[in-house]
């Protein structure tokens, strides 16, 4: 009897710290990134070229809006690049044209690069697209680049543009300084990572 008691509590006792136990949590699943890599890295997507990137959320469905509103958005992002280039090649220019003989023209490059971009931002175009899902909510995302051909042509555009009498030397400086900023741009993405 004594041993049918202490089968029964053992049984018991087997059946309690098993019920106890639980059941295992359910293991939990790191979170893939559905945006693409150049999406962060747009600088550093094609060399030499000035590039953006835009992802907007698909309204109702209608992925030609979000189309359309990915490459605006990307062309108004090349633009900002090339004003704040040719801010840069401004401070340098005033920087010449006091070492220099002759006066400093001021904001003579805004203004044009303003114009000449507007012209020039024809030639920007989504060279990468793709649909993705960010927790249930649909984005369109397009790469958008000016090719690096036409980024020179900006440049030529803005100093043809501004009736610059600049010496060999002194265009040179001004290129460099242009283009300068792209590498600028590439070294805080590579830091940002």
Do not use: H
């Given at each position: ?12 006792a ?5 019920a ?40 109702g ?77 649909p984005?369109?995302?397009s790469l ?50």
């Open positions: 009897m004594i041993n049918n008691a202490k089968l029964i509590w053992l049984s018991s087997a059946i309690v710290l098993t106890c136990g639980g059941t295992t949590p359910p293991k939990e699943t790191a979170k893939v990134d559905p945006f693409p890599s150049w999406y962060y890295n747009a600088a550093d997507a094609i060399p030499g070229a000035l590039n953006a990137a835009s992802c907007n959320p698909i309204p469905g209608n992925m030609e809006i979000a189309k359309k509103q990915a490459l605006a958005n990307g062309r108004a992002e090349i633009a900002s690049q090339i004003e704040t280039r040719v801010k840069a090649m401004d401070k340098t220019y005033d920087r010449l044209a006091t070492t220099d003989e002759g006066t400093s023209v001021g904001g003579t490059f805004e203004s044009v690069s303003k114009q000449v971009s507007n012209q020039v931002l024809s030639g920007a175009r989504a060279v990468k697209s793709m649909r993705i899902d960010d927790n249930g909510k984005y369109f995302c958008v680049s000016l090719d690096p051909s036409a980024t020179q042509a900006v440049l030529e555009s803005i100093m043809k543009a501004a009736n610059l009498n600049l010496s060999a030397e002194n265009e040179s400086v001004l290129r460099e300084q242009f283009n300068a900023y792209k590498a600028q741009q590439e070294l805080e993405s590579a830091i940002s990572q």
